[in-house]
C-alpha cells in the first residue's frame, strides 16, 4: 500500500508543481517554437533526469533541512544567485540582435543535455519534493525505504515529464499564434526570473 501511496502522490504533486510557468517549462516551451517538436521533447526528457535526482536528494535528507535553519537558508541565498545570473543572461539574451541565420537548428543531443542544464539550475523542485517526503511521512505513515526512495524520484520524474509533454503538445497546437512569445521570449524569461528572485527574497525574510 506505500508503494501506492507513494507513486500517485508524488506523481500528482510532481504534475501540478511543474504546470505554473517557471524555467523548466518555458524553456521547453521556447525551445518547441524555435527548435521544432523533437528538440523539446528531448529537453523534457532532460530535464527530468534531472528531477530525478533532485527528487531522490530531497527524499535522502527532508528531515535534515527542516530541523536545521542554517542550511535552509544557504539553499535559498545560493538559489537567488543562481537566478540572479539567469536573469542577467536572459536579459542580455533578449538585446542581443539575432538575424535568421544566428538560429539553427539543435541537435538532439544538445537539446537532451540542455535539458539537464536549465533542471539542474532550478533549484526549486528540491525544497518542493523534501516538503512532499515530509508530508508522506507525517501524514500517511509512509515508510522510506530504497526501494521507496527510487519509487519517490521515479514518480517525481515521470509527473514532470508528463506535465512537460502537455506543455509541448499545447505550444504545437497553438504554434503561428505565437510570433509575439518567439519575439520577447528572452525578456519574458528575464521577468520571471526576476519574479522568482523576489519570491525567494520573500521566503528568506520569512525564515
Same mark, same amino acid.
Given at each position: 500500500?506505500?508503494?501506492?501511496?507513494?507513486?500517485?502522490?508524488?506523481?500528482?504533486?510532481?504534475?501540478?508543481?511543474?504546470?505554473?510557468?517557471?524555467?523548466?517549462?518555458?524553456?521547453?516551451?521556447?525551445?518547441?517554437?524555435?527548435?521544432?517538436?523533437?528538440?523539446?521533447?528531448?529537453?523534457?526528457?532532460? $530535464?527530468?533526469?534531472?528531477?530525478?535526482?533532485?527528487?531522490?536528494?530531497?527524499?535522502?535528507?527532508?528531515?535534515? #533541512?527542516?530541523?536545521?535553519?542554517?542550511?535552509?537558508?544557504?539553499?535559498?541565498?545560493?538559489? #537567488?544567485?543562481?537566478?540572479?545570473?539567469?536573469?542577467?543572461?536572459?536579459? /542580455?539574451?533578449?538585446?542581443?540582435?539575432?538575424?535568421?541565420? *544566428?538560429?539553427?537548428?539543435?541537435?538532439?543531443?544538445?537539446?537532451?543535455?540542455?535539458?539537464?542544464?536549465?533542471?539542474?539550475?532550478?533549484?526549486?523542485?528540491?525544497?518542493?519534493?523534501?516538503?512532499?517526503?515530509? /508530508?508522506?511521512?507525517? *501524514?500517511?505513515?509512509?515508510?522510506?525505504?530504497?526501494?521507496?526512495?527510487?519509487?519517490?524520484?521515479?514518480? $517525481?520524474? /515521470?509527473?514532470?515529464?508528463?506535465?512537460?509533454?502537455?506543455?509541448?503538445?499545447?505550444?504545437?497546437? #497553438?504554434?503561428?499564434?505565437?510570433?509575439?512569445?518567439?519575439?520577447?521570449?528572452?525578456?519574458?524569461?528575464?521577468?520571471?526570473?526576476?519574479?522568482?528572485?523576489?519570491?525567494?527574497?520573500?521566503? /528568506?525574510?520569512?525564515?
Amino acid at each position: 500500500m506505500d508503494d501506492l501511496q507513494i507513486y500517485i502522490y508524488t506523481y500528482l504533486a510532481a504534475f501540478i508543481g511543474v504546470v505554473p510557468p517557471g524555467l523548466v517549462n518555458m524553456s521547453v516551451a521556447k525551445t518547441c517554437l524555435e527548435k521544432g517538436r523533437r528538440n523539446g521533447i528531448l529537453m523534457a526528457f532532460g $530535464a527530468s533526469v534531472i528531477v530525478f535526482f533532485q527528487a531522490l536528494i530531497a527524499v535522502v535528507i527532508s528531515k535534515y #533541512i527542516f530541523s536545521n535553519p542554517y542550511v535552509k537558508s544557504m539553499f535559498l541565498k545560493t538559489g #537567488i544567485a543562481i537566478l540572479i545570473l539567469m536573469f542577467l543572461y536572459f536579459l /542580455l539574451s533578449a538585446n542581443r540582435k539575432k538575424t535568421q541565420q *544566428n538560429i539553427k537548428k539543435r541537435t538532439g543531443a544538445k537539446s537532451f543535455f540542455t535539458g539537464i542544464l536549465v533542471s539542474a539550475l532550478n533549484i526549486f523542485p528540491l525544497p518542493y519534493f523534501v516538503l512532499i517526503a515530509t /508530508l508522506l511521512t507525517n *501524514n500517511f505513515k509512509v515508510t522510506f525505504t530504497i526501494f521507496n526512495d527510487l519509487l519517490f524520484s521515479l514518480s $517525481a520524474a /515521470l509527473g514532470t515529464l508528463s506535465t512537460l509533454y502537455l506543455y509541448i503538445i499545447f505550444i504545437m497546437k #497553438i504554434d503561428g499564434k505565437t510570433e509575439l512569445f518567439k519575439k520577447y521570449s528572452n525578456y519574458f524569461m528575464a521577468l520571471l526570473m526576476l519574479i522568482l528572485i523576489v519570491v525567494t527574497c520573500i521566503r /528568506l525574510y520569512q525564515m
